[in-house]
């Protein structure tokens, strides 16, 4: 089975793996991706601690897999401070209807909203802006 090829960028504190937004869509993972990643208008640069392991348990179901793609489809890019630091932080933003799709309403209290993930049932909150409504950066609370 041949694996496309991903970018992996290091710097002397940190990596992040380059995936199109679509891939992540895909996945069925956007809105599991913390605020520690980046992105830019096609791609996510996910984190290496958290959302990697996130990315790789969504794409991958065997561990022999992970340790190949690790091994075998990722090139390294090392600056010395990688420009993905200069990038906006990872955030997925929900008009209202998407928020009643992707989550259970609890309470609000302004500017959070208490929600259920509907897909993994983890509790959170999110920050909403009013005009125009727009909801974003889902933080887990348990």
């Known amino acids: 089975m041949k694996m496309e090829k991903y970018q992996l960028f290091e ?4 990596a992040w793996l380059q995936v199109t937004k679509k891939e992540l869509t895909e996945l069925n993972i ?8 980046y992105m830019d208008k096609k791609y996510a640069y ?3 601690d958290l959302d990697l ?3 790789l348990d969504a794409k991958f179901k065997f ?17 010395e401070r990688s420009k993905i630091r200069n990038f906006d932080n990872y955030q997925v933003t ?7 799709e992707k989550f259970k309403v609890i309470s ?8 259920v993930r509907i897909s993994d049932g983890k509790k959170g909150t999110l920050q ?3 005009s125009p409504r727009i909801y974003y950066n889902f933080m887990e609370t348990e």
Do not use: R, W
Not at 94 to 100: G, I, K, M, V
């Open 30 to 37: 956007a809105d599991k991706i913390t605020s520690y990643s």
């Open 108 to 115: 609000f209290l302004a500017p959070y909203v208490f929600v």
């Open 63 to 79: 561990e022999e897999e992970k340790k190949n793609f690790c091994n075998c489809c990722m090139t390294a890019v090392y600056q």
């Open 53 to 55: 392991t996130t990315f």
């Open 94 to 100: 929900y008009n209202t209807t998407e928020l009643q």
């Open 128 to 130: 909403f802006n009013h």
């Open 46 to 48: 996910l984190e290496e």
């Open 11 to 14: 710097d002397p504190g940190h």
